[in-house]
């Protein structure tokens, strides 16, 4: 049974950090693209960031370029989203998600893409 677990989430003043994870299990990680997704009330959900499976490609929303950094560690089949220099427009459920690419370097930004998702985590900025 595949099981994406993200963690991290809370509440934080405008400017500050957090440092969002995910866990996964029942699923050969490294032949997973690692995603995460955000969700905020009343909107669709929206790409963040994704990364290749072996941690070279990776890929980040014009929205958060510069401040979001995505990385994963394939011995602890844990993807890690760090988040600097947070805005209010940041609030939103945060959810990780895997895509197969076995043999294949190439990231998705399409929610439809992904086999895999994770439960979600709150975050909230505030102003």
């Known amino acids: 049974q595949v099981q994406l677990v993200e963690s991290g989430g809370g509440l934080v003043q405008a400017g500050g950090s957090l440092r969002l994870s995910c866990a996964a299990s029942?699923?050969?990680?490294?032949?997973?693209?690692m995603g995460w997704f955000r969700q905020a009330p009343a909107k669709e959900r929206e790409f963040v960031a994704a990364?290749?499976?072996?941690?070279?490609?990776?890929i980040v929303a014009d929205s958060v370029k510069g401040r979001f950094t995505i990385s994963r560690d394939n011995v602890q089949n844990t993807v890690y989203l760090q988040m600097n220099s947070l805005k209010p427009e940041d609030t939103a459920v945060y959810y990780c998600?895997?895509?197969?690419?076995?043999?294949?370097?190439?990231?998705?930004?399409?929610?439809?893409?992904?086999?895999?998702w994770g439960q979600g985590t709150q975050v909230t900025v505030s102003s």
């Open positions: 998600a895997a895509d197969y690419k076995y043999q294949s370097s190439t990231v998705s930004s399409r929610t439809g893409d992904y086999d895999y």
């Open positions: 029942g699923l050969y990680f490294s032949r997973y693209a």
């Open positions: 990364i290749g499976w072996g941690g070279a490609t990776t």
